[in-house]
């Protein structure tokens, strides 16, 4: 019993003592919101040199483009171009309010860290974002929480010609709003104020629904289990 | 350490030798100058970073200290704290005696923006580190770090967390034309009356005009969710 205690603590103390190490994981994702949808998500392991975005900085064109048209494909040009390990859209479309998807994840050994983004909608340029989190090398399930990011690209006008309307919100949205705001005054990526909305199907200032499209941070739920 | 000597004699022949030992150091004859060791450095550099949209940031606090808190939820604001949280003057609370040793800013940090500070004390590896900022554009929210323990932290050991906004409770949130010290507004900053329930606790967020409380001066650029700032510690020395 002892003796089989001390080979495993060695084999750990080896795992523990290599800096790089490829990684066999299970990224599953939770929406935690009641009313936002996620649009198409990227889970991405990559070089810890290597930035998706940074808090307080100007967005890059390929966040830019996420987080307005949750579009992936800049996102993951780059990511091939740096030799990252990445998985898009694993929930198959937009993962609804509550939702889980699940997916397995091989890295190489010198990604070493976790990335994750995806438009939250109904927003401007909202994302839900994870920001080079270091895999751990010892074996085991690891839980934490996202908070909601603002781009900083796009005045958050909350109106439906401003940002995709999928099926699922399009009968909930309203239409002719004037407006929230026509300035966007923080260009930096920030944590998202949230969303103002109003309770005017047609006209008001906005066209997201007060009583339904807010949310508080954390906006999601990640447990990677590494195997 | 004396408990690991089981040998009684042996431990009370040390004890003696102790005893010895603190008499001869207070003889007054005794020729030896006691040796003071050279006072080491201990040096924080701390990084604030504004996550808000548009709350700039009072001139923030850094301050190392004893054993106190500078606020505890469900406990009423110290009137240095309220100072702060109500006009982002934090001279009051740089000026209390358990603090050891302090930085500030000189302006205020904007939206996105960020500043790191330094601070050094002599020999101390066990301060308490608050970090305390006003969110200039509300009534009395303010944010930061309370009496985080520095004795974790050995050279070259870094730190980093996402902390929330809190109500300081001194001054009620009506956002109203006056009140408010920031851009925003231009109004009165600390005034002595606690028109509120005068126990610190978590910031419900402002409301503002775009969320239909028509005498707010604030609009929706001025909403924040948590997290409001991110604060780094490293111990550079």
């Known amino acids: 019993m002892k003796s089989s205690t001390k080979i495993l603590a060695a084999s750990l103390l080896t795992v523990a003592m290599q800096p790089a190490w490829s990684a066999d994981l299970t990224v599953e994702i939770q929406n935690l919101t009641q009313g936002i949808y996620f649009t198409p998500l990227l889970v991405a392991a990559h070089t810890p040199d290597a930035s998706l975005f940074e808090l307080g900085e100007t967005a890059s064109a390929e966040i830019e483009a996420m987080a307005e ?139 997201i629904v007060n009583s339904i499209h807010r949310w508080l941070n954390p906006v999601a739920k990640v447990t990677v289990t590494v195997n | 350490m004396l408990h690991l000597l089981k040998n009684k004699p042996l431990r009370l022949a040390i004890l003696a030798s102790l005893s010895l030992g603190l008499v001869a150091c207070n003889d007054d004859d ?37 054993d106190d808190n500078f606020w505890m939820i469900g406990e009423s604001a110290s009137v240095e704290l309220e100072t702060m949280a109500e006009s982002g003057d934090n001279s009051g609370l740089l000026a209390l005696p358990t603090v050891l040793a302090s930085a500030s800013g000189d302006a205020p940090i904007g939206p996105g923006g960020n500043e790191t500070f330094e601070v050094t004390i002599e020999d101390i590896t066990d301060a308490k580190l608050t970090v305390a900022t006003m969110l200039v554009n509300t009534n009395d929210a303010f944010t930061g770090l309370n009496a985080w323990d520095l004795s974790q932290l050995a050279v070259g050991d870094s730190w980093k967390g996402s902390m929330s906004a809190y109500d300081a409770g001194t001054e009620g949130n009506s956002e109203a034309a006056g009140t408010i010290p920031g851009p925003a507004d231009g109004g009165v900053g600390f005034e002595d009356a606690r028109d509120d329930v005068d126990f610190v606790a978590a910031h419900p967020g402002v409301v503002t005009s775009s969320d239909n409380l028509a005498s707010s001066v604030l609009d929706s650029q001025h909403k924040f969710d948590n997290p409001v700032v991110t604060i780094s510690v490293t111990r550079v020395e």
Do not use: K
């Open chain 1, 69 to 207: 048209m949750g579009s992936l494909d800049g996102l993951m040009t780059i990511g091939t171009s740096v030799n990252a390990d990445m998985v898009a859209d694993p929930a198959g479309g937009l993962l609804a309010p509550s939702l889980s998807t699940s997916t397995a994840l091989t890295t190489d050994d010198s990604n070493t860290v976790l990335s994750i983004t995806a438009m939250i909608l109904p927003s401007n340029d909202g994302f839900v974002g994870l920001d080079n989190w270091a895999i751990p090398s010892e074996a085991g399930t690891y839980t934490f929480y996202l908070n909601a990011y603002d781009a900083g690209t796009e005045a958050n006008d909350e109106l439906r010609t401003s940002m995709p309307v999928p099926p699922p919100l399009d009968p909930l949205l309203g239409s002719d709003g004037s407006g929230v705001t026509s300035e966007e005054s923080n260009a930096t990526v920030h944590i998202h104020r949230g969303n103002i909305g109003d309770d005017q199907a047609s006209g008001g200032t906005s066209d």
């Open chain 2, 30 to 66: 005794d020729p030896e100058t006691p040796v003071t060791p050279a006072p080491v450095d201990v040096t924080y550099q701390v990084t604030v970073t504004n996550l808000t949209n548009g709350q700039p940031l009072s001139p923030v606090a850094v301050m190392l200290h004893g």
